[in-house]
Each structure stands twice: as C-alpha cells, then as structure tokens.
C-alpha cells in the first residue's frame, strides 16, 4: 500500500473512532442500576488499535468537531463552553490519555498485561486531570469532588479496561490486516 | 494498442483468498463489455483493479498506456467506478456537494467544478435535486447520483458494478437508458452483472468470469450458447430461441 | 437518544443560509462559551435571538423543538436530578434555590444545543469544512485541511454508527443475548460488531474517496464576507453585551 493510501486510511479510522466517541456519549448500556456509558471506553479502543499518534488525532478530531459547535458531546451538546465547563477536564484528560495509552502499548506489542496497565495509568490522567478541573470550577473540597467526579465510575472502569483488553485483542487483527502491518500476538 | 490492457493479473486478499487467477484482457476503446459470473467470481476485485483500489499480486495492467501501479491517480482521471452499493458511495451531505467531490479533488477551479457539475447531474436527470440530502434519495436516484459524481471527472471509461441491483423495473429502465447514452457518448463501458437480461442487448462483448478465471469471451451472440455452464442464466429470449431482444420493450 | 440523529442540513435562501460559514461557527463558538457564564439577561436575550434565527431560516421554531426531542427527555432528566436534593440521604426535598440554578443549567444546554442544531441545518459540510480550515491555519503544526476533512467525515458518520448501534442491540435481542446475563459479555459482544461495522464502512469510504481521485490539496469552497456578515457580527457582540447585566 502506499503512503497516500496509508494515510487516508488512517485518517477514516481516526475519524470513525471519533465518530464512535461521539455515538459512545449517547448511548449507554442498561447494566446494573447504574448505565455504563461507553465513551471512555471508546477512547481506550481507538488508543489500542491506532496507537498513540493516530489515536491522539482521533480525540482531537473529536474535541475539535465538539469545540466548533457540532453535538458530540454528552446529551448532543457542543461548543467550547464545554471545554470551561466543569466536565472539561475529563476532555482534555481524554486526548492525553489516548496518547498515553496508545504510546505504551504499541511498545508492548499487543501484550494484554501492558495494554491493562496502559489503560490503568491513561484512566488514572483522565481522573487526576478531570477531578482536578472539576475542583476549580465548582470550588468544592478536594474529597467531595473526587466523590462525584470519580468513585461512582471507578468500579464501571475496572470492568470496561477488562473489556477494552480483549476487544482489542478481537479486533486487532482486523486493523492490522487493512494497514498491512505485520501481525503481532 | 488498446485503451485497457489486462495481462495475466492475479489477485489474493490478505486472508489468502484467491479471487483473481491468470486474467488476460484487452479491451478497446468504445466497446461496451459485460462481465458476467456469479457470486464471487471475481467481477468486483477485477473493477477494483482496474481503478488501482487493489493492487495485483502479479500481473500488469494499464490503461492509456499509463500501468496502474506506477500512477494510479493518472488512471483514476480517465476510469470512473459506480460502486455496486450506491450508499457507501455517497461522501457529500447534499447532492451538489457530492457531485463536486471528484472535480474538486482535480483541483480544477470553481467555475469549471459549478458547469460540470451541473452538466453531469442535468445528463442524469437530477436537475433540481441539488440541495436535497443523498440518503433521502430513492435508490435509482441514488445511482444515478453515483453516475453523474463519475460523469463529473470526464472519464473516459465508466466501471459500472452491478447497476441494477436493489432497483425497481422504473428505475432499473432509467439507470438502463442512461448507460445506454454514455456509450453514445463515447464512453467505454464495462458493466458487470450476474443477471445478463437487462444489459445484454447493449453490449458489444461478453466475458464471463468463474472462480477468478475468464472462462468466456466473445461477442455476446455467440457467448451466450455457452452461459449454462458456467452458472449464469442465459437471456429469456434466447433460451426461447429468439437470439438477444432489447429489454425494454 | 440523541440530538444528532435528526440534525442535517436543510437547504434554504435565508439571511443564515447566506450567512459566511465563518461567521456563523465563530458566533455560536462565542456564544455557546458565553452561555456558562451568562446570567438571565444574556440568555434571555439569546433565546430570543435564537427564535428569531429559527423563524427567518424558514426552520421554525416547532421543527427545531422536533429536531431535539430526545435531548429534551435528557434535559428532563438533568433537571430532576440537579433539582433533588436528598436530605440526610432519605427524602428527596425542593430547594428554591437549588431548583432556580438546575432551571438555569438547564437552559444553558438547551441553548447550546438549539445554536448547534441552527448551525448544522443551515450550513453544509462542505462550508463548515472550508471555514474549519481557515481558522485553523494559523496553528502551526496542524493539517487543517487533513482535519478540516475528518471532522466533515464525523458528520458523515456518526448518524450512520448510531443507525447501526441500534441493528446491532436489536439483532442481539432477538438472538436472545438477555439471557447471557453477564454484562461483560453483552457489552463485548455489543462493542466488537459496532467496531467491526463501523471499520468496514470506513473500508467503503476508503474506496469511494480514492475512486474518485482523493486529494488534500482540494479546491476549497469560495467564500465571502459581506455586509450581512457585520450585521450578524454587530447582533452578536449586542447580545454578548447583555453579560454584564446581572
Ligand atoms: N475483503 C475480502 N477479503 C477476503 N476475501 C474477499 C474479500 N472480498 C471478496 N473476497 C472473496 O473474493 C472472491 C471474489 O469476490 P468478488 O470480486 O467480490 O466477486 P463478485 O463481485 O463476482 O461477486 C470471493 O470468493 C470473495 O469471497
Ligand atoms: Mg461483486
């Protein structure tokens, strides 16, 4: 394939991933009493099969579709307020966690163990980064923003990095086959 | 030498499938060739060939002279693809937009990319659908739309794969119509199908495909006696006896 | 589900069709910012400039109440749980107060959305694409024309992956997955067909784009500022001017 070829791939499965990302914000799967919301799922996945820079490029081809006023963010809301708004950090969080995760694990060569541990550490910056921005805006205590802004998640994350590992795995193949990379695991 | 030039191309999928075994064509320009075959014989992959989506695993192919591989922009300008799933083929949100998309990459100017625009949707009879939205379009409208997003980059060969699939008889007659004057126009045309009843009396050339191979090729008269052979059903009229009739009435 | 789903471009001569795309999509990034730190007057105001827009745009103001209808379930939702307050963890209670501030982030979303939803149906990607790319040169270190295209894709695809989220839950329905009751199972399940789909639609753009001689350095729509453009900006900055009132 060549590199024009190569690169308008991955440039429609940046945007794909982004458009996921945007979907993921709106739909929720009913598990339990409270919905997991699938988006930073989505995030972790389009790190995992992209790698770090073309995953990057997805969340910020997404940030950047929310910022110029397109619904794609939670509820179908856009525009930049949302980036000053309290759940702003969660976005910024997103982008650098995406790197993170997709940096780590392209080092890993499709290591399940590293691929979990990249998404542990990707999903601690998208907390540290979120909690922190939350605490500023509303001016709550540190321990109250945490609260809400992180505890009620952190089980639903444990079980989506489980999925997100294997996902990957399922659909690993698939992306490497389109973008003649040879097959790693 | 002729317009197109296929010699012994094989294609393989990543998976390993085989699709393409040994194709060897020549094909001159004007002519206006049906490939036939069934499912999974190969038409597909040897369109997507043609227009340097995939590349040959072996084999050479060019057009104009010009080798696929080696400049597969330069090939694309002059073979245009109708794609058989006419949604996937949709990139602009209105029929307009979508229409332009392929002058636009040519980078011709604005004034040229508006006067063809308008030339290709008015020879499909889209004139005054411009702004409306591709995917509320009826799917022999769609096509038709796929046609003029081609007929906009003013090509000189028109790959159209499976035109009729999906389409109700009204439609499938303007899709059938419409063909029928781009190769007045001086198009060459290569249609595939695994349903030869519609296109048939069009064509000057009938190839027909198994298992990746060309098993066929002739002038659809004498083509059609050996069709049962090879799983496809010959045309009505000539299972009857009548030799090729149009299929419009 | 969602606001999108319904959201295209509605073709149309009006003053905001014919309005500059650039001017539109800096107003509404402005004003949308603005909203989390308006008071009652600006938003006031902005509703009102937001009927207004809808009425001239030919949109009106009940197709846009249409167009959003799942969002309003969701603002519905957002209220309720920003009006409750839980006493002591028992009794949920009205606070005045509490309900006028859920009243007023309410409205803000709501605002924010309808701006979005007024910017999408009166211009075409294509517009938005060209003036993504204008405001986006200045930057350095980013293709704006690579990203100006894959934000125009977004808006080719995510009513199509919302299309087929809902085959997909509907397909493992009737296939009876409810009865594998583990979640995890179900959402792996769910998450690798939505992917699978979406990446081979992604294969068909692929194709379509090349077919048709796919390249960056594409030409650009035209566009113009007008006097239109100052009128829009002058209403504009008049109603950004309501901030500072109380
Ligand atoms: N992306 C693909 N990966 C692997 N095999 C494929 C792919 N696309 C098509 N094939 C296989 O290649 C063969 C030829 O397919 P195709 O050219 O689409 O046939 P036709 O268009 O005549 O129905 C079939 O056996 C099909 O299963
Ligand atoms: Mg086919």
Redesign the interface.
């Known amino acids: ?2 590199a024009s ?1 190569r690169k ?2 991955l ?6 991933m ?3 990302m ?2 993921g914000a ?2 929720a ?1 009913p ?2 009493p409270v919905p ?1 919301v ?1 988006q930073n ?2 995030v972790m ?1 389009a790190a995992l ?1 992209l790698g770090g820079r073309w995953g990057l ?1 997805s969340v ?3 940030l ?2 929310g ?6 963010f939670a ?8 980036f ?2 309290p759940t702003g950090g969660y976005l910024i969080g997103f982008a650098i966690a995406a790197w993170l995760i997709g940096t780590i694990s392209e080092k890993g060569r499709g290591n399940i163990f590293i691929d979990a541990a990249a998404m542990l550490i990707g999903t601690m910056v998208i907390y540290a980064i979120g909690v922190c921005w939350l605490k500023v805006v509303t001016d709550m205590s540190f321990a109250k923003a945490f609260s809400v802004g992180a505890l009620p998640f952190l089980l639903g994350d444990v ?2 990095i ?2 997100a590992a ?2 990957a795995r ?2 690993r193949p ?2 490497a ?2 973008l ?1 990379v040879p097959r790693t695991t | 030498m002729a317009l197109i030039e296929i010699h012994r191309l094989c294609h393989r999928f990543p998976d390993g499938t085989r699709s393409l075994t040994d194709v060897t064509l020549s094909i001159d320009c004007g002519e206006f060739v049906v490939i036939a075959g069934a499912n999974g014989s190969g038409k597909t992959t040897l369109l997507k060939q043609l227009n340097g989506l995939l590349g040959p695993e072996s084999g050479t192919l060019s057009v104009g002279g010009v080798s696929v591989r080696r400049d597969p922009l330069a090939v694309r300008r002059q073979v245009g693809m109708v794609f058989q799933d006419a949604d996937s083929q949709i990139i602009g949100d209105t029929v307009y937009d979508d229409v332009c998309f392929g002058p636009e990459n040519l980078r011709l100017t604005r004034t040229e990319i508006d006067t063809r625009a308008r030339r290709a949707l008015g020879a499909v009879n889209l004139d005054g659908s411009e702004d409306r939205s591709p995917h509320h379009l009826s799917g022999g409208e769609k096509r038709r739309l796929a046609i003029a997003g081609v007929l906009a980059m003013a090509p000189r060969v028109m790959l159209l794969d499976e035109p009729f699939s999906n389409l109700d008889y009204p439609a499938t007659s303007t899709v059938l119509e419409h063909i029928r004057r781009l190769h007045e126009d001086g198009h060459t045309i290569i249609v595939t199908t695994h349903d030869l009843e519609k296109v048939i009396s069009l064509a000057t050339r009938l190839v027909v495909m198994a298992h990746g191979r060309v098993v066929l090729d002739g002038a659809p008269e004498t083509a059609v006696e050996g069709l049962e052979s090879h799983g496809i059903r010959p045309p009505c009229s000539v299972l009857l006896g009548r030799g090729i009739q149009p299929w419009l009435p | 589900m969602a606001a999108v789903k319904v959201v295209s471009y509605q073709p149309g001569d009006s003053a905001l069709h014919r309005l500059d795309p650039r001017t539109k999509q800096i107003m509404v990034m402005v004003l949308s910012s603005a909203c989390f730190a308006g008071g009652r007057w600006f938003l006031g105001m902005l509703t009102i400039s937001i009927a207004l827009c809808a009425i001239e745009s030919r949109i009106g103001l009940i197709r846009l109440i249409r167009e959003i209808r799942y969002f309003l379930v969701f603002l519905l939702f957002v209220f309720i749980i920003r009006a409750l307050t839980f006493n002591d963890g028992l009794l949920p209670v009205l606070v005045v107060s509490q309900v006028q501030a859920a009243l007023l982030f309410c409205w803000r979303l709501l605002l924010i959305v309808l701006m979005a939803v007024l910017l999408i149906s009166t211009t075409p990607t294509g517009a938005i694409r060209a003036a993504l790319v204008w405001m986006l040169r200045p930057l350095p270190l980013v293709n704006e024309r690579a990203a100006a295209t894959m934000v125009g894709l977004i808006v080719r695809m995510v009513p199509l992956i919302l299309f087929q989220a809902g085959e997909i839950s509907d397909a493992m329905r009737s296939r009876c997955i409810e009865a594998r009751k583990s979640p995890l199972f179900r959402m792996n399940r769910f998450t690798i067909m939505l992917f699978r789909r979406a990446i081979i639609r992604g294969d068909d753009l692929v194709d379509a784009m090349q077919a048709r001689c796919y390249n960056e350095q594409r030409t650009m729509r035209v566009m113009q500022f007008t006097k239109l453009d100052a009128v829009a900006a002058g209403i504009g900055v008049l109603v950004l001017a309501t901030l500072s009132l109380a």
Do not use: Q, W
């Open positions: 394939m060549d070829t308008l791939r440039m429609v499965y940046s945007s794909i982004a458009s996921l945007a979907v709106y739909i799967i598990v339990g997991i699938l799922l989505f996945l099969l490029i910020c081809v997404y950047l579709a910022a110029v006023g397109l619904p794609v509820g179908g809301t856009g525009g930049l307020g949302k000053v708004g079980i989506k489980v999925a294997s996902i399922a659909l698939m992306i086959e389109r003649m």
